[in-house]
């Protein structure tokens, strides 16, 4: 039967997105206060809810339910992580803690980071739900899939909770990965905050290349020791398989598409990765309340066929993206449709940007690009000569 005239086209098969997505993740219970401190000062007659709360991601499952790009969706569920799995990445020790922490009704585990009763229950999901979407590529029955999970995970250390993760779902994807014979795996990461807990667990290896372009925030307290800064590169054999980018405040659509192109499709080129691992994180758009940088749906979209690319060159075209920050309750869907969209290389944009206008002066963070390039290509072996 012809398909009629409204109908979108039907995607081909290497057209589809794996989404791995499970409800039990709403049950992370993040309260309300002044912003994310959980606290209410007595001041003021209206609390918000905590920014990483479960509407944002409602809103992510819903516009792709029901937005343009719904076609190209193909939907999974998730299972929960089993303890022995999370110790591919995380320490014993500190698995104990969290544990322990459910069992006793809940804590405060660092600044913002509240595990409450339903917390770990949800974390052990995002955990199991990132492990089943690297696996579904690993197993070829997709080349692209997208663990749409909270909580978020790439603060997440070996040993340490930090910035609302408490396990780094994406780190453990990687480590699977490497386990089933990954030989090189690149980690790119685009949410707005430095991704130290991914960074920090293979900061030891040249299997893993970790890439994370955020804003120039630094260290912010004894669970994010990090500075983010270019001069973390990684130790001992992994010794220049950390690259930082960190970007001026205001980095828009234009400034973070120049250092996706003469910062990390380098990079991999000369890394040639068998596994690419998206991290994203909608807190880089231009209306975040958690961060500064003004990217747009077309920014997102851009870099989302920059990875596509990248995937379809050097990893036969698979694919996994991790859902991490992004607390506008709107936008970020907005943001990460338009994500998709570029990784699904659409000629025309499927949805248009609703709220965009900042103007955007690139020349400060083009030139901040320049400089980072030239002193990576300084300093480390497997870049010189760039
Ligand atoms: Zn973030």
């Given at each position: 039967m012809a398909a009629s005239p409204s109908e979108p086209p039907s995607p081909a098969a290497e057209g589809i997105i794996n989404v791995f997505w499970d409800d039990?993740?709403?049950?992370h219970d993040t309260g309300k206060g002044l912003f994310d401190t959980g606290f209410d000062p007595g001041f003021l007659e209206v609390l918000e809810k905590h920014p990483e709360n479960s509407d944002r991601i409602k809103n992510i499952v819903s516009i792709l339910k029901r937005g343009p790009i719904s076609p190209y969706i193909s939907w999974h569920s998730g299972i929960p992580a089993q303890i022995p799995q999370l110790l591919s990445f995380h320490a014993p020790d500190y698995i104990n803690e969290l544990v322990e922490a459910d069992k006793a009704g809940?804590?405060?585990?660092?600044?913002?980071t509240f595990l409450n009763p339903g917390s770990w229950d949800a974390a052990l999901l995002a955990a199991g739900t990132t492990l089943s979407a690297m696996k579904h590529v690993l197993d070829g029955h997709g080349k692209i899939a997208y663990?749409?999970?909270?909580?978020?995970?790439?603060?997440?250390?070996p040993t340490m909770a930090d910035g609302y993760c408490f396990l780094n779902n994406a780190g453990l994807a990687v480590q699977l990965a490497l386990n089933s014979g990954c030989g090189k795996v690149v980690v790119i990461d685009i949410d707005v905050h430095y991704g130290n807990g991914t960074a920090e667990g293979f900061y030891r290896s040249n299997k893993v290349l970790t890439i994370s372009l955020h804003m120039n925030h630094g260290s912010w307290g004894p669970s994010h020791?990090?500075?983010?800064?270019?001069?973390?590169?990684?130790?001992?054999?992994?010794?220049?398989?950390n690259l930082n980018i960190p970007l001026p405040?205001?980095?828009?659509d234009r400034g973070y598409v120049h250092a996706m192109t003469e910062l990390v499709v380098p990079a991999i080129q000369k890394f040639e990765p068998n596994m690419i691992v998206l991290v994203v994180g909608q807190d880089s758009s231009a209306f975040d309340p958690n961060g500064r940088q003004c990217l747009t749906m077309d920014g997102y979209r851009e870099m989302g066929r920059i990875v596509r690319s990248l995937a379809d060159r050097y990893s036969g075209g698979r694919l996994l993206i991790v859902q991490e920050g992004g607390y506008h309750v709107t936008y970020s869907a907005y943001c990460l449709h338009a994500t998709l969209e570029g990784v699904l290389n659409l000629p025309l944009a499927l949805l248009s940007d609703p709220i965009a206008y900042y103007p955007e002066d690139e020349a400060f963070p083009v030139k901040v690009i320049e400089s980072i390039k030239q002193y990576q290509n300084d300093v480390i072996p497997f870049l010189k000569g760039s």
């Open positions: 039990g993740m709403l049950n809940g804590k405060v585990v660092c600044d913002g663990a749409l999970v909270r909580p978020p995970g790439h603060h997440a250390q020791p990090q500075n983010g800064t270019v001069d973390e590169l990684g130790e001992g054999e992994g010794f220049g398989y405040n205001g980095t828009g």
